[in-house]
């Protein structure tokens, strides 16, 4: 999927998705790159990109369990505050606007949408929380059992919310998408990488 060079040619499943999970054989504390080449595809790209979110998640799971590695969570507080929402910028600014063209009213997309914009907002407020709270842990500070549940809550977040993305949300949209709305969509998330440079 988006390894640096580990599992970039693993099979994919006959949904189109990789099947092997990195983490499960890499560092637990590393998030992966995207291989460059995969922002041509990009339904695959948002695919691999929340592959990293899942490792995101894990290594708040371990926090929150009493794990620390300082170079992991600093490369983590680094995903979240850039990675993470730049992801969702990629979503709701590009993805979703494009798929929404695309769907029949069978789809019923506009609820799907419209309820994951809203776990969007509470990423957005959360993710700040827990970021404050992981700058904390990495000064020395110790965490207290509630703080815990907060970030182990909003690793679960994560993951409930990239799984109906993946299992719901992709599915229709590789059914729906054209070969102009993937290139308009791999358009958008080049200039979106371009423009912070
Ligand atoms: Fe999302
Ligand atoms: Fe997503």
Known sequence: MTVSNENSDEPLGDDGERLLESSAIGDPWAIDKIEAGLIDVPLEFIFADHHRQRQAALMLNMI?????????VRNLIRFLKEDFARHIADEELGF??????RCLPE???DPL???LVDEHKDDESCGDAVIALLEKRLAGHEISN???????AFA?????????????LLPIARVRMDAASLKALSTMLKERRTARK
């Open 64 to 72: 929150a369990a009493g794990g620390f590695e300082e170079r992991g």
């Open 113 to 115: 949408i419209a309820r």
């Open 146 to 152: 509630s703080a815990r549940g907060q970030i182990s």
């Open 107 to 109: 789809d019923k997309i």
């Open 96 to 101: 979703f606007p494009l798929l929404r063209e």
């Open 156 to 168: 679960e977040h994560i993951l409930q919310h990239l799984a109906v993305e993946n299992a719901v």
